[in-house]
């Protein structure tokens, strides 16, 4: 809950808010367990609540699918795609050219430089 001590909301609304953002990343059941506890898929999510919890209008993940197998990364693209659906701007970076043609916008940057922005999806 440490992103909600530092947005300074009421200490009343905090649960209620760290909830909502567990639900909508689809890891509410798991509220109480330690992060050590959890899967990888999980820590992501848990990541992206984390990410989410003070309602920003931009979500910047670094390499969020690293390290994941293939159903927890489209799993972890679909919690993106209903933040994108719901009015967020996420840009994502990633290495993976099969998980960037499913994002809407792809802009490739080699050697410091722009090398094609192109509208995929």
Same mark, same amino acid.
């Given at each position: 809950?440490?992103?909600?001590?530092? !947005?300074?909301?009421?200490? @009343?609304?905090?649960?209620? %808010?760290?909830?909502?953002?567990?639900?909508?990343?689809?890891? @509410?059941?798991? !509220?109480?367990?330690?992060?050590? @506890?959890?899967?990888?898929?999980?820590?992501?999510? !848990?990541?992206?609540?984390?990410?989410? &919890?003070?309602?920003? +209008?931009?979500?910047? #993940?670094?390499?969020?699918? &690293? #390290?994941?197998? +293939?159903? %927890? %990364? $489209?799993? /972890?693209?679909?919690?993106?795609?209903?933040?994108? $659906? +719901?009015?967020? %701007?996420?840009?994502?970076? /990633?290495?993976? @050219?099969?998980? !960037?043609?499913?994002?809407?916008?792809? /802009? $490739?940057?080699?050697?410091?430089?722009? &090398?094609?922005?192109?509208? +995929?999806?």
């Amino acid at each position: 809950m440490l992103p909600l001590d530092f !947005a300074k909301n009421k200490p @009343k609304d905090k649960r209620k %808010t760290a909830q909502r953002a567990l639900e909508l990343v689809g890891i @509410k059941e798991q !509220a109480d367990k330690h992060c050590n @506890k959890l899967s990888g898929g999980q820590k992501q999510r !848990a990541a992206i609540a984390r990410a989410i &919890v003070n309602d920003p +209008s931009v979500i910047l #993940a670094d390499e969020p699918m &690293v #390290a994941l197998d +293939s159903k %927890t %990364t $489209e799993e /972890i693209m679909s919690v993106f795609e209903k933040l994108n $659906e +719901s009015g967020k %701007t996420i840009i994502i970076v /990633i290495h993976d @050219k099969d998980i !960037a043609a499913k994002c809407r916008r792809v /802009i $490739e940057i080699a050697d410091g430089r722009i &090398v094609s922005d192109s509208k +995929s999806k």
